[in-house]
């Protein structure tokens, strides 16, 4: 139970049941025990951390004045939502967020009634709650549907698609605009403020709806007044706030007001929640509000791993080798020295990507469209039409978006633009959302694509390096989170030979082909399986495709058995690549195929996942034993 002293409002809410009879003190208290409750908290275990002490206030005003969990709050980038989380039943469970059994980091419907929406990418909360209200509709029901939206979610297209829409539709819909200077981020002074209470109290929308009545009695004359009318109130709404934008799009706009200010913030839900047709309240945060080293450091303190409560700086950790991203970041702006074509491009991530390292170095080289990956590869596809070479670093999961944008405006057009996939495989704590476990098997189906994987950071960096000089089509580079291996890097780059593997050590019993982050593991479970009497025959692959058929016509000549290693989905990717070749050239090999299974994966540090999914060396070994074991041979089964 969390200290009744210590958090003296906090602690007598369990459900947002619990915050309808507090009076306007007693709020205030509340957003102060929350605050202070997430710092003590995220301070010792980590976690997602600016976003949500941002919107204390409006978390509280909305469970308020809303009946959830019966209307319906749809977040987008679920990393705003611990104080939803603390509010709705999961305040002890904060301590085990994005721990393995614990409570996630994001919205998750199987988590909790009150999480309408599964939400870990952005921009994608007014498409849902669209679809929700819509679907209230049909079946009669009343319920309110909020959509909150912001922490940059409103750079990406999406978001301007779904409330085009929602203006089409023009169905009852509150979207709450959280700005916090990621997005839009204009000024908040009094005039504002007082414009749009006035606005949004329901005496001044019953006294609009009357004018509006009889004005329609009065013929051409009366058109003429409400269109005077109309002109008067969206003139001084387009000069005092940028809703002439939202209204365009059918939203009647509310804002900005502050959102930190929790009565302003009741009054004005009070008042638009029964307005009908697409509403959007436009409320203005700061992201780390109230502890000074977050609002201070913005990115640094978006998502942190533990940290010093009083100064803010990250408990070091003892791992003395640098993160595959650094590597990246210092590589490409080496080759950007010697190559000033070769540019980075980000998606609102340079500090996640290392492109932060190329931003300050090379700054013209450099450019972030937002969170708008679509965008961002169609960007790209046009700067190599005129001879540019864009690399693009975008995490694996989020160039998922870009599919269609991969295949039609780049693949198609045989452009050589270089995609840089960081945190492909398993993430650890951020969970399915985040997991990198697809690209593999969606960029392998690609006409013309190139793709390869690093054993180490020294390969990493040859890698990146042949993939801007080989100037074919489009390319790939996939990389996990976290710190690389500590191997020796030399000066410069050396260019590898497209589709080549390489032989680390020779064996007679089986032959373990591994594909990227699983080299290292297929080397420790071999030295375990020497130990068993398995002698084993070890091919960092490197590349996915083209893949090494040389290689793989005198591994089938050589072996009866052969495993294959990666991590990433099973279906589609690496490991069927090679089986697919095998069948296809009627080889009788049997094939053992580890990698991730066909289901998507809950968080967990990745030394635990590796484990409980046996792709670990242990792991490794084991199934490999029996594998060999296995006497009876099965010619041609891929199991």
Known sequence: MIDKKKYPVLSKVDTPADIKNLDLKELKVL?????????????EIGGHFGGGLGTVELTVAIHKVFNTPYDQVVWDTGHQAYPHKIITGRKEALKKIRRLNGISGFLKRSESEYDAFGAGHASTSISAALGMALARDLKKENRKVISIIGDGAMTGGMAYEAM????????????????????????????????????????????????????????????????????????????ITPGILFEALGFRYFGPINGHNVYQLVRIFEDVKDLNGPILVHATTQKGKGYEPAEDHVQKLHASTPFDKVTGKAIKKSSSAPSYT??????????????????????????????????????????????????????????????????????????????????HDVALQKLHVVFVLDRAGLVGADGPTHHGTFDLTYLRMIPGMTI?????????????????????????????????????????????????????????????????????????????LKDEGVSCEVVNMRFVKPIDTIRLDEIASKFTKIVTLEENNLTGGFGSAVAEYLIDNDYKNDVLRIGLPDRFIDHGTQAELHKILEIDPEGIKNKVKVFCDNKSVRHGVIY
């Open 452 to 528: 390869m994987a690093p054993k180490d950071e020294a390969e990493l960096r040859n890698m990146l390096f042949t993939a801007v000089e080989h100037c074919e089509g489009p390319v790939a580079v996939r990389y996990p989170r976290g710190s690389a291996l500590g191997v020796e890097i030399k000066p410069g780059f050396e260019k590898l030979e497209i589709g080549k593997s390489e032989s680390l050590s020779s064996g007679d019993d089986v032959a373990l082909l591994a594909i990227g982050s699983m080299v290292d593991y297929a080397i420790k479970a071999s030295e375990l």
């Open 164 to 239: 085009n829409n929602s203006g089409i539709n023009k169905t009852n819909l509150i979207v709450v605009l959280n700005d916090n200077q990621m997005s839009i981020a204009p000024n908040v002074w009094q005039i504002s403020n007082y414009f749009t209470e006035m606005i949004a109290h329901p005496d001044y929308n019953k006294f609009k709806g009357q004018i509006w009545d009889l004005t329609g009695k009065l013929d051409n004359f009366g058109d003429r007044l409400r269109r005077i009318a109309a002109r008067l109130e969206s003139g001084i709404k387009s000069v």
């Open 31 to 43: 957003c102060k025990d929350i605050r202070e409750y997430m710092i003590d908290t995220i301070s």
């Open 326 to 407: 650094k590597i990246f970041g210092e590589a490409l702006s080496e080759i950007v020295d010697d190559n000033p074509i070769v540019v980075g491009i980000t998606a609102a991530m340079p500090d996640g990507t290392g492109l932060d390292i190329l931003k300050k170095k090379h700054p013209k080289n450099y450019f972030d469209v937002g969170i708008a990956e679509e965008h961002g590869v169609t960007f790209s596809a046009g700067l190599a039409t005129q001879g540019i070479i864009p690399v693009v670093a975008i995490y694996s999961t989020f160039l998922q978006r870009g599919f269609d944008q991969i295949i």
